[in-house]
């Protein structure tokens, strides 16, 4: 039944109030115009303060990832920044996590301080502020804020700099006075994420236990030694949802899960991998970070990045076969691994003697170089 059909008033009666359908659904048909006009006024005027308070509500997701995608997608961002803090050396670490996330941590060596924001917000009356804190920005997340925490910590900074190479801006952690920041970066990391395309499918199965090739030269065996990493070592990668995840780990009891990856749709043949940040810490902690491309479907080339140490790499590791599987190349010395665990940190250095690797284990690895090589350069 149609609209006129539904008034029952004369011909003329519909065509004066029923013309116009938007009165109708406003004002309904009885409504003299005056108040009509009064009412459509008011439905107009909320109109406009609606948008207006979604206008305010600040940048959303899609915002975030604009902003943040030229930082992580150019080589111009990402590194380290030298700089003073409380009168000593500090180091800042601006690291991309995806090509639309990225995070800071902070470190002073001499006074044995780290601190990692892994939360980012855009300010909502300043788009080109950039905020890195230790806690969740959002509403909901800063309810429940530990506001007595003295580790809590936002590092704010321009994201017009940032594309620039340059940090500026200000640090402030709690109970400290704002520190201003302006530094250029001292060194770059390399941009893997720079090299690819967002919307490139890998081109094989990405999921898979690899055995980390030791380098044969000198630098490079200095950069495993700098790192810890006692061989014979592997990484274990998978998606997990849509975050690609490694596990790094040696035949010693060097153990790294590295959960909070890229998505699985997204980066083509390149990979990141980074641990989390537990909240209950307040930022107390340091970043370890895989980033590795595949340069053919058995064989990954990979940097190892942790935010006190710097950069290692890159390194290269091969797919293990069932052979290879089977053999278990990098199992660890258990009672290495549960003395980690429980926490006896001060043996934790000590644990890494000879007697943490089992007795065939390097026989088991010389069993696992036979596997076909890729033919990469």
């Avoid at 920005?137 to 429940?144: D, T, V, Y």
């Avoid at 200000?170 to 006075?177: D, S, V």
């Avoid at 720079?194 to 044969?216: L, V």
């Avoid at 030269?217 to 995840?245: H, S, W």
Wanted: hydrophobic share 40%; glycine share 8%; charged share 20%.
């Amino acid at each position: 039944m149609s609209f006129y059909s539904q008034y029952r008033g004369s011909r003329d009666d519909r065509s004066k109030y029923g013309g116009n359908i938007l009165r109708h659904f406003v004002c309904g048909v009885y409504l003299p115009m005056k108040l009509c006009v009064l009412r459509l006024a008011i439905f107009v005027a909320l109109s406009a303060a609606a948008h207006s308070a979604l206008a305010d509500a600040g940048p959303k997701d899609d915002d975030l990832d604009a902003a943040i995608k030229p930082l992580c997608t150019t080589k111009d961002t990402e590194g380290s920044y030298d700089w003073k803090l409380d009168g000593a050396p500090a180091r800042l670490w601006v690291i991309c996590q995806s090509q639309t996330r990225i995070l800071a941590s902070i470190n002073i060596p001499d006074a044995f301080y780290t601190l990692t924001m892994v939360h980012i917000a855009i300010n909502r009356r300043n788009s080109d502020i950039l905020s890195f804190a230790t806690y969740d920005l959002s509403p909901e997340g800063a309810m429940i804020v530990n506001g007595r925490t003295k580790s809590h910590a936002v590092l704010r900074l321009s994201i017009r700099a940032l594309r620039q190479g340059m940090a500026v801006g200000e640090f402030q952690r709690n109970p400290i006075l704002p520190i201003p920041i302006d530094v250029t970066r001292t060194k770059p990391l390399p941009s893997l994420l720079a090299q690819t395309s967002s919307a490139q499918a890998p081109s094989f199965q990405f999921s898979g236990s690899f055995y980390i090739e030791q380098p044969s030269d000198e630098e490079g065996r200095q950069a495993f030694q700098r790192v810890k990493i006692k061989p014979p070592a592997c990484m274990a990668i998978a998606i997990d949802g849509n975050l690609r995840t490694v596990n790094f780990h040696d035949s010693g009891n060097l153990a790294m899960w590295l959960p909070w990856g890229s998505p699985a749709d997204s980066g083509g043949n390149v990979f990141y991998a980074t641990n989390g940040v537990d909240d209950a810490l307040a930022g107390k902690d340091s970043i370890t970070q895989i980033r590795g491309t595949f340069l053919a479907a058995n064989l990954i080339e990979f940097f190892y990045f942790n935010s006190l140490i710097g950069l290692a790499g890159p390194f290269r590791a091969i797919r293990m076969d069932d052979q290879a599987l089977a053999s278990n190349p990098c199992r660890p010395n258990m009672r290495a691994v549960g003395a980690a665990d429980t926490g006896t940190g001060t043996r934790r250095n000590g644990s890494r003697s000879k007697r943490t690797t089992p007795a065939d284990s390097i026989g088991r690895a010389m069993e696992v170089m036979p596997m076909t090589r890729p033919n990469v350069p």
